[in-house]
């Protein structure tokens, strides 16, 4: 995907590209928290770390699936088998021979992990893995799954780690080394501190240009500025919560200075607030006070003074770059007055005197958590704090680390809470998928009034062989999404790049979860 923005400074002429004390060009970038686990297959590791080391059979890009660890492709006429041609010639960063036998050893072992892979509706339709040659393996599906080539081209889980890394043949319960086939190779981590990548010399596409990757743990905010003005780190990248280490006022300030440039994606995501509509008894329970909620949010002032531009408005849950097709969807525009009536029609009713609505004795009052890393989303969460309380609504808002929010989002424990859809490459498929997963969006969409027929039109959607029909599928969906306003979105969200003026070839992938670093030099 290319840049929206790549001119907000200009190049120093006198700038020298960052070398370490061995005259290695490296990049230092900041992490509001540490890498931590780097085995692909489970979770819990950085997407943007892990992209660097592993790799998957083919690439999503702007123009479509193209070829990745394997060259070529056939897909049977029924839809249920997928034969791979592999690159010849390819290793693991120990020396390990990348073949099909590593291809099946990886994509079993993921297997046998399978129900934690719910999210992804591949690993429910992969019936096995078979060895045809050297370099040929042939994936055999259940039924017809038009996202399979999607699927496979995502970060995690269906990447390749070498096969000596297996702990007794398996990985869902740890591994002993993180060897990929990527352009790095992960060399140093000290947890909480730093982690450490280094270009993989012999790498099938080339040996990068830039020589050392380094990912240092940093708070967001002043700390990381001061790094950067100090020199202790030359990068900053919109992290994998969609959260920005430093704000534009202190961008523009070192773009400013001629030694940094900002580079801004197209739209990558829609951020959100996502509402628990399964809470049965509970005012978020209720479509007339979802969509109270959505009305009373001013869409153009928090994009235009909270995020300072940097992001677009969004009315709907995906951006029109993400659909094929147009699906049209009432707009509901910010109107405090229409957030009222949907209320007092709902039976929610403010007496004189008294700031919080009630029904039956039940108060208008829950809770909206937000990622307490993010600035933005606490400035936000604020802002729609003050918003509703102008309606009659008692909102608590809660700062947590983003695991404790992806554990609620998983256990239902929640009212409202931000959040992203999954991005560019993976949308719209990945997270409508997530609508009926217990780990993602189930909490959310299982309240909805026709959830069953929602959740067989999305059963229908991702075995469909015939175009038509998934459009239409894909129009029914989202607008029964949208009628229920369980996602309430806010604004479309962009990947932000800081780095040195010098440094050349930055671009983005087709998703906000890595960056390309291996196409990056110095002048």
Known sequence: MGA????????????????????????????????????????????????????????????????????????????????????????????EPFDAEAVKKNIEAVQRNAERHAWIKLSSRIASCEVIDTHTVQLNLTEPYYPTLVELSMTRPYVFLSPKDFVDGETKDGVEQFHGTGPYQFVEHVVDQYATFEANTAYWGGAPSVDRITAKVLPAGETTLLALQKGEINFLFTDDRG???????????????GEFQVVRSEPMNTKMIVANSSKKGHPIHEQAVREAIWHAIDRDTITANILNGTETTAHTLFASNVLSQEVKLEKREFDLDKAKSLLESAGWKQNEGEEVRAKEGVPLSMTLYYDSHSLSQKMQAEFIQDALKQIGFSLEILGEESTSIANRRATGDYDMLFNQTWGLAYDPQSTIAAFTTASSYLHTTSGMKQAEELYQKIEDLMKSVE??????????????????????????????????????????????YEVPFERMSFE
């Open 243 to 257: 959260t920005d280490s430093i704000d534009v006022d202190a961008m523009n300030q070192l773009a400013d200075t």
């Open 467 to 512: 175009e038509p029909q998934r459009q239409q599928l894909l129009s029914d969906i989202l607008t029964m999404v949208h009628e229920e306003a369980v996602f309430i979105p806010i604004s479309n969200g962009h990947v932000v790049i800081v780095a040195p003026s010098d440094l050349k070839g930055i671009d983005f992938k087709q998703t906000q």
């Open 4 to 95: 929206s923005l790549i001119a907000l400074s200009a190049c120093s002429s006198d700038s020298k590209p960052a070398q370490d004390a061995e005259g290695k060009t490296q990049l230092v970038y900041a992490t509001a928290k540490d890498i931590q686990d780097m085995n692909p297959h489970l979770y819990a590791g950085s997407m943007p770390a892990q992209g660097m080391v592993y790799e998957s059979l083919v690439e999503n890009t702007e123009e479509g699936i193209k070829p990745l660890l394997a060259e070529s492709w056939e897909i049977s006429e029924d839809g249920k088998q997928y034969t791979f041609h592999l690159r010849e010639g390819v290793t693991f960063h120990d020396g």
